[in-house]
């Protein structure tokens, strides 16, 4: 029962252009979403979030948008760059005094081109 | 000055045969995670510490037992290891709280195949 749910496993953009990856989640209780960036062999390294009681964040050249009524959620890069070619995780969670679990999607691997 | 180390990197092993992964983080967190990324890339929960102290425990079979000396280490123990146990195993931590939004620090995992 995947809970959050990236359906584009790949995407290929041109460099400057803008890249818009997609997320979408059943649990109407997350309340914290994150996207992480991933390079081969490397462990997956935290790149923007967004509370629900926001409906946008950004960062530089990286924006998460946040629809709670359609439990959907992107990330916007302007522009993108090659460099930015990476796997990108969505992540939502439920936040609790104790610690929590980040529920990941399966990742869009963005390949951007010269 | 890795944040989170996590050893060994690569792990060939028979079935069968007892293994363990190491984690350390210096990054002063509360909380450490294991995480599994399977053949279909899913990034799985299997266990969380907090100040050594077990949080979460996902449905992982029991051949699977984390141990915390200390808030700086989990580390991860697996008896009698299955060809399904072949996957990439990720350590994290965090501060308990998603404050200030940066959520988990990942080392760069460890990938265990079991022949």
């Known amino acids: 029962d995947q809970q959050v749910k990236q359906n584009s496993p790949s995407l290929s953009v041109q460099e400057g252009r803008i890249s818009i990856l997609n997320c979408d989640y059943t649990?109407?209780?997350?309340?914290?979403f994150l996207w992480y960036k991933k390079y081969p062999a490397e462990g997956p390294t935290f790149l923007i979030s967004?509370?629900?009681?926001?409906d946008k964040n950004e960062d530089g050249r990286f924006t998460v948008f946040l629809n709670k009524s359609a439990k959907h959620l992107s990330l916007h890069i302007v522009p993108s760059q090659p460099g930015d070619s990476a796997v990108y995780f969505c992540?939502?969670?439920?936040?609790?005094?104790?610690?929590?679990?980040?529920?990941f999607g399966k990742g869009t691997s963005l390949l951007v081109t010269p | 000055d890795t944040a989170v180390s996590q050893t060994p990197k690569y792990l060939v092993t028979q079935m069968g045969n007892d293994k363990s992964i190491k984690c350390e983080q210096n990054?002063?967190?509360?909380?450490m995670y294991w995480y599994k990324q399977d053949s279909k890339k899913f990034l799985k929960i299997m266990f969380s510490?907090?100040?050594?102290?077990?949080?979460i425990n996902e449905t992982v079979p029991n051949r699977f037992s984390p141990k915390s000396p200390d808030k700086a280490h989990l580390n991860l123990h697996i008896n009698s290891l299955e060809l399904g146990d072949s996957a990439v195993y990720f350590c994290?931590?965090?501060?308990?709280?998603?404050?200030?939004?940066?959520?988990?620090?990942f080392g760069s995992g460890t990938r265990l195949t079991v022949v």
């Open positions: 967004i509370s629900s009681i926001k």
């Open positions: 992540a939502a969670s439920v936040h609790s005094n104790s610690g929590y679990a980040l529920n």
């Open positions: 649990n109407s209780m997350f309340d914290y």
């Open positions: 990054l002063g967190h509360d909380t």
């Open positions: 994290a931590s965090s501060q308990v709280s998603l404050i200030d939004g940066y959520g988990y620090t």
């Open positions: 510490y907090n100040n050594k102290e077990l949080i």
